[in-house]
């Protein structure tokens, strides 16, 4: 949604790097690209003056001609009023002292109220709460149905006494008013503790539809009305939230549709302009793409910061606590890295969602913007369908997969021999740099990183072996015993080691002195 704006801003912050001292000409012209992005973005007039105005006035006060590096200082103001214009602070839900907790959603048809309806009763749930989804809309048509199949993926109840219209040549017949007010009286009986009031959309600020949504209002006293608006629909977003704003005083703002391509500037003003923060966003078609606005982690997306908060978040939902618990064992217990564990820690990355969105979350993300959008989903899929495909042995121990083994893989995982080539070739480096940490030894290949095994550690040994090699004396007679006595007890050691075949005696051999991962020995005849 933000990329267009995102990319404008972070080229402008460009000009200023490495700058030691900012003149007025400098902030002039950076304010001037800013104005210019934000314009460009759709951003309201009014939140694009007082914006501009208030990063000017900052810019060229104290706060950056004494700052160390007065760039970075720029991008901070910036950021923070950024902040300033999505909300400031995050917005939750208020609830009810005395249950159900009663939300209200309303705005223009098409917004995308109904499947927002769903999304949030999900959330909802998923917060331990236990939420009813009342069909109010009996205008548009199938809106009680499209409801009902939210509900039923959702594992939400729906509470639905009017089928509402089937085409759009049937007159409505329903009391959206008396619905509601049913539902509410529903919810309390069945012991509900929140009740979201999907309600009927309008082509325009249509006078008579208003005044349904007032009359709904009154008749449910709502502890939440949420405004659901389009995130796409630009300067247009203003003049409709400020005529829903007097009609029915919403609390609150939802923006749908913010995986669009879009410019956006609908989030960026509706909230500085009725002053009624932005509490949701919707951020994909799913059910589960959904999620609490958070006005700083935003602004640190659209400059390009990153928003690894909510990344932690997701992890923390969809990640199995149990499969993370039984990878910290193994790395305690210093047990070999497997093509079973791989899978699995693929599997639970494909929970967490959309790589592509997980990837845009971290800092520095736009400038491989392109890389990202080539990124095929389905290589996830790929991957675990040439694990698959290989044998318990073969996933245990990936060094026996010889030519014949990976034709084979390849053949029944529908791939050429050269992905499963790519895909044993970075598990071996991903192998290696597990061992390589569950030793202690940090990550292979960053220098400096101390401590036993690591890069400083063998330097540190190796310093040390050099140390502890003996001087040799400066007498000559001395030196030449020094001598003598070493090749005698190289000597000694060569008479004393044992015959037998080239590779040592067969019958002296004993796996378990080989060091095999722990589970192996299940492989090795007896």
Do not use: C
Request: aromatic share 4%; hydrophobic share 45%.
């Amino acid at each position: 949604m933000f990329n267009s704006l995102s990319d404008r801003l972070t080229a402008t912050f460009k000009n200023l790097r490495g700058k030691g001292r900012l003149t007025e000409a400098d902030i002039d012209a950076t304010v001037r690209e800013i104005r210019r992005a934000l314009l460009d973005a759709d951003v309201a007039v009014p939140v694009v003056r007082a914006f501009t105005a208030s990063v000017k006035e900052r810019a060229l006060g104290l706060e950056v001609s004494q700052a160390l590096n007065p760039g970075q200082q720029v991008v901070k103001i910036v950021n923070e009023e950024l902040v300033g214009i999505l909300g400031g602070e995050t917005r939750r839900i208020r609830l009810a002292k005395t249950p159900p907790t009663v939300i209200m959603l309303a705005g223009l048809q098409g917004a995308g109220k109904t499947t927002l309806a769903g999304k949030l009763a999900k959330w909802l749930k998923g917060q331990g709460h236990s939420p009813l989804l009342v069909a109010a809309d009996l205008q548009r048509p199938n809106a009680v149905r499209q409801l009902q199949v939210n509900g039923e993926r959702a594992g939400v109840p729906v509470y639905a006494p009017h089928p509402g219209v089937s085409s759009e040549f049937e007159a409505a017949t329903g009391d959206p008013v008396a619905v509601a007010r049913q539902g509410v009286a529903e919810a309390r009986t069945r012991l509900h503790d929140v009740v979201i009031v999907d309600t009927a959309g309008r082509l325009g600020v249509d006078a008579e539809l208003m005044q349904q949504a007032a009359d709904i209002r009154a008749a449910i006293s709502p502890d939440e009305v949420l405004f659901v608006i389009d995130a796409m629909i630009g300067q247009d977003a203003v003049n409709t939230a400020l005529a829903f704003d007097e009609g029915v005083n919403f609390t609150g703002v939802v923006l749908t549709k913010l995986d669009g391509d879009a410019r956006g500037g609908a989030a960026l003003s509706v909230a500085s302009v009725t002053g009624k923060p932005v509490m949701f966003a919707s951020t994909g078609e799913g059910l589960g793409d959904f999620e609490l606005f958070h006005p700083d982690r935003m602004a640190s997306r659209i400059l390009d910061m990153g928003d690894i908060l909510t990344l932690i978040e997701q992890a923390e939902q969809s990640w199995d606590k149990d499969e993370a618990a039984r990878m910290a064992k193994k790395f305690a217990d210093q047990e070999d890295f497997t093509l079973d564990d791989f899978l699995a820690q693929m599997q639970q990355i494909r929970n967490m969602g959309s790589m592509k969105k997980m990837l845009m979350m971290m800092p520095g993300a736009a400038g491989m913007r392109e890389q990202l959008e080539n990124f095929d989903e389905r290589e996830i899929d790929r991957v675990e369908a040439i694990v698959r495909s290989m044998t318990p042995h073969e996933r245990l121990a990936p060094k026996i997969i010889n030519g014949s083994r990976r034709a084979r893989i390849a053949r029944g995982s529908g791939v050429h021999v050269s992905e499963v080539n790519g895909l044993l070739e970075r598990f071996g480096q991903a192998q290696k740099m597990m061992r390589k940490m569950a030793s202690g030894g940090g990550i292979p290949g960053m220098p400096g990183m101390a401590g036993p095994g690591g890069f400083g550690g063998q330097r540190k040994k190796a310093a040390a072996a050099k140390g502890k090699k003996k001087a040799r004396s400066g007498n000559p007679a001395k030196a030449a015993q020094e001598l003598a006595a070493a090749e005698a007890r190289r000597s000694a050691a060569r008479s004393a080691a044992p015959t037998g075949a080239a590779f040592g005696n067969a019958g002296d051999f004993d796996p378990a002195s080989l060091n095999l991962p722990k589970g192996f020995e299940k492989f090795l005849g007896k």
